[in-house]
């Protein structure tokens, strides 16, 4: 698997965010996505994070544009016979606003793509569950631009699709966030509770809940399943994180580093993305003898997030299931949103609850945070005061730093 990587084939590696709606796609580009991923109001895999209509698909896109990234539309639920009349305007409205791709899954969708848009690059998605060569060959025969990956394939396995596909064919996998109990994502368990079906982004996340075991003639005896003794949250995966092992995964042929997280807060895409932006960064700059700093690792542990793991990427998963509770480890918050600076203060709007003398970081996009204590504090009315403990309120703070519009200022919880 391990070869070397030329400078143009480094240069090709592209950091891929998510984006739920436009605050979250300014700190995607903020914080150094190449691209960015979004779903429409329709035929996206997350209902919830399904914010963009035709006007800001178009406002988004050009955004996007002229910071000279891409942008990719989802359209990759399986849709019913009662939705297929509205795909063909689905595609006209990406193509008036100028996506550069859509992620696509069902065959039929990916003929009507071809057939109405024969100029749009379609990306095969992770719900299509390619796990080979002759796949992943096929769907570029059929005009595929590039393939994500199942998420359930080794990096070996990954590398022998890299070695028998078209070089022309692009690769993209999962290396960050929540991680599916079911095959690529395919899943039927929330259609089966609650009639809620994922594969057309409605997922109730049954996975995640807290089962027990009930004999059929006690009705309401209620028995805890157990596995090694952990507990009975049994289907519940541990979150992926491959930022340690970029230099592998960039050896095994891949393109495209892709983020999970659509639903996730503006805080999750902007730390994310700027820890994988740099970590890429620090890989070109030296793929040879890739070294991630700490403090890069660092920070993906400073959002909310469940314990990591590897997923399949080193072979058969170990230890990727978490037993206990399906609760996130969240050990930081965000304190306030920078507006400006000026006259030796920091003038901010407030997100949560701090006090005078608390120390606050700093999440600059690029660099290291930047650790200030807030000595002195004063409301809106420039008055000092112990303490910041109303939503949104005006703020200041006495400090010589000279920080961006938007800089999020973030407090580890007490």
Not at 363 to 378: K, M, N, S, T
């Amino acid at each position: 698997m391990d070869k070397e990587i030329n400078k143009s084939e480094r240069n090709m590696l592209e950091v891929l965010s998510p984006v739920g709606d436009m605050e979250r796609l300014h700190a995607a580009l903020d914080y150094g996505a190449d691209a960015v991923y979004l779903g429409g109001t329709l035929f996206g895999m997350r209902a919830q994070s399904a914010k963009f209509d035709a006007e800001s698909l178009k406002a988004a896109a050009d955004e996007v544009h002229s910071r000279g990234r891409r942008i990719y539309l989802t359209c990759n639920t399986l849709p019913r016979n009662s939705e297929l009349p509205l795909l063909g305007g689905f595609i006209k409205d990406a193509c008036a606003a100028g996506v550069d791709a859509l992620i696509t899954t069902d065959i039929g969708v990916f003929m009507m793509i071809k057939k109405i848009a024969p100029d749009m690059e379609i990306h095969v998605s992770t719900q299509a569950g390619i796990v080979n060569y002759e796949s992943a060959r096929q769907f570029y025969d059929m005009g595929a631009k590039r393939v994500v990956l199942a998420r359930e394939l080794s990096l070996d396995e990954i590398a022998e699709i890299r070695a028998k596909t078209p070089k022309e064919l692009e690769i993209e996998v999962f290396v960050h966030g929540a991680m599916c109990m079911s095959f690529s994502g395919r899943c039927l368990i929330s259609q089966y509770l609650v009639d809620r079906d994922a594969n057309r982004g409605q997922c109730a996340q049954p996975c995640r809940w807290n089962y027990a075991l009930m004999e059929e003639k006690r009705p309401g005896e209620y028995y805890p399943i157990f596995e090694d003794g952990q507990g009975s949250y049994i289907l519940n995966a541990k979150d992926l994180c491959m930022i340690e092992h970029l230099d592998k995964v960039a050896q095994a042929g891949v393109n495209s580093f892709k983020i999970e997280g659509r639903a996730k807060s503006t805080y999750y895409v902007s730390v994310i993305t700027n820890a994988y932006r740099l970590a890429m960064d620090a890989y070109k700059a030296d793929p040879a003898h890739y070294r991630l700093p700490d403090w890069v690792r660092d920070e993906v542990f400073k959002v909310s997030h469940r314990p990591y793991c590897t997923g399949f990427f080193f072979g058969h998963p170990r230890d990727c299931q978490y037993y206990p509770d399906s609760g996130y480890i969240r050990d930081y918050d965000v304190a306030a949103i920078v507006t400006r600076c000026e006259g030796g203060r920091i003038y901010a709007s407030q997100r949560n609850k701090f006090l005078r003398g608390d120390e606050l970081e700093a999440l600059v996009a690029g660099r290291e945070p930047i650790v200030f204590r807030a000595d002195e504090l004063f409301d809106e009315n420039g008055e000092p005061t112990d303490m910041a403990n109303r939503a949104t309120m005006d703020l200041s703070i006495t400090s010589e730093l000279e920080l961006p519009p938007n800089t999020m200022l973030r407090i580890r919880k007490k």
